[in-house]
């Protein structure tokens, strides 16, 4: 069966997802880069947090690949960038590119799986 520009189109977006939290976030985190123990120190978190929040990040995003699990794995990933925009908006970061920036993702990864999910489609129906 041929997908749709649609479904291409949501595969497209959670693909840039998959690759941007992989490189930008889970690969610092889980390979100890320093960046990521400075970054969380300085929105006042421990860096003893690195690695446990890089395990989270690594499981969220296999769940949200593997079609079975990715409404799973873009909820708790919803979860996950909730606590950092809190964390972005107690630090009293710049609006649009931090405090926002989970706010971003998160229209990317439900973007994404709504073009690519007839079931989501059903569910939450775009009218006109």
Not at 8 to 30: D, I, Y
Not at 40 to 52: N, Q, R, T
Not at 99 to 106: D, I, V
């Amino acid at each position: 069966m041929k997908a749709s520009p649609m479904v291409w189109t949501g595969r497209a977006l959670s693909a840039l997802f998959v690759l941007f939290m992989l490189a930008a976030s889970v690969a610092p985190k889980l390979l100890g880069m320093p960046v990521a123990a400075e970054t969380l120190v300085g929105l006042g978190w421990s860096a003893d947090y690195v690695l446990a929040i890089g395990l989270m990040e690594l499981a969220f995003v296999l769940l949200y690949i593997y079609p079975r699990t990715s409404v799973l794995g873009a909820v708790m990933m919803i979860g996950l960038l909730g606590g950092a925009m809190a964390t972005q908006v107690r630090v009293d970061s710049p609006l649009f590119s931090h405090q926002l920036f989970s706010l971003y993702l998160g229209l990317i990864i439900w973007g994404g799986l709504w073009l690519r999910d007839p079931a989501l489609r059903a569910l939450f129906p775009f009218r006109r």
